[in-house]
């Protein structure tokens, strides 16, 4: 199982579409394992964009980040990273594919509602700077898992 973070953006929050996303996420068979809804400190904002603090938009982008509130949370399943940034859709919602959140959703390249872990590192990274506590992420089974994945592909 892989653990990767997603934001849902103040765009997502401000626009009501928690419960549409968090519904998408756990339709797809994903878990839940943290969550949580903060406005979060522009340090922490500063850190978790700091990949990208020489480019122009970084100042706009934590400006935006820390404009309203946003859901953190970390979600579980197998090959999370890769089945949430596909069930995320590109970058510029109004190029992303029907069927995708940002697709159906969205409509900006800049307010795009959700961000995805890329990789296992950045996910390990991210993971640590939203939920630092660990009593913060829950260890569960859900009683539809044998449901979502097949026996043969070793998930217990």
Same mark, same amino acid.
């Given at each position: 199982m892989e653990r990767t973070l997603i934001l849902l #953006?103040? +765009? $997502?929050?401000?626009?009501q579409l928690i419960g549409r996303i968090i519904s998408r996420i756990e339709d797809k068979g994903l878990k839940i394992v943290g969550l949580k809804l903060r406005q979060f400190p522009t340090a922490l904002i500063q850190q978790h964009y700091a990949v990208h #603090? /020489?480019?122009p938009f970084y100042k706009d982008l934590v400006g935006f980040m820390t404009s309203g509130p946003v859901v953190a949370? $970390?979600?579980e399943g197998k090959n999370a990273i890769t089945v949430m940034r596909t069930l995320i859709g590109k970058t510029n919602s109004a190029e992303a594919d029907p069927g995708t959140i940002r697709g159906d959703l969205g409509m900006s390249f800049s307010n795009n509602?959700?961000?995805g872990s +890329?990789? $296992?590192e950045s996910a390990a990274t991210e993971l640590a700077l939203?939920?630092?506590d660990k +009593? /913060?992420?829950c260890s569960w089974t859900p009683v539809t898992q044998t449901w979502v994945y097949s026996s043969e592909e070793g998930v217990s």
């Amino acid at each position: 199982m892989e653990r990767t973070l997603i934001l849902l #953006k103040p +765009d $997502a929050v401000q626009r009501q579409l928690i419960g549409r996303i968090i519904s998408r996420i756990e339709d797809k068979g994903l878990k839940i394992v943290g969550l949580k809804l903060r406005q979060f400190p522009t340090a922490l904002i500063q850190q978790h964009y700091a990949v990208h #603090k /020489e480019r122009p938009f970084y100042k706009d982008l934590v400006g935006f980040m820390t404009s309203g509130p946003v859901v953190a949370m $970390a979600i579980e399943g197998k090959n999370a990273i890769t089945v949430m940034r596909t069930l995320i859709g590109k970058t510029n919602s109004a190029e992303a594919d029907p069927g995708t959140i940002r697709g159906d959703l969205g409509m900006s390249f800049s307010n795009n509602l959700v961000h995805g872990s +890329d990789s $296992a590192e950045s996910a390990a990274t991210e993971l640590a700077l939203f939920f630092g506590d660990k +009593d /913060e992420i829950c260890s569960w089974t859900p009683v539809t898992q044998t449901w979502v994945y097949s026996s043969e592909e070793g998930v217990s």
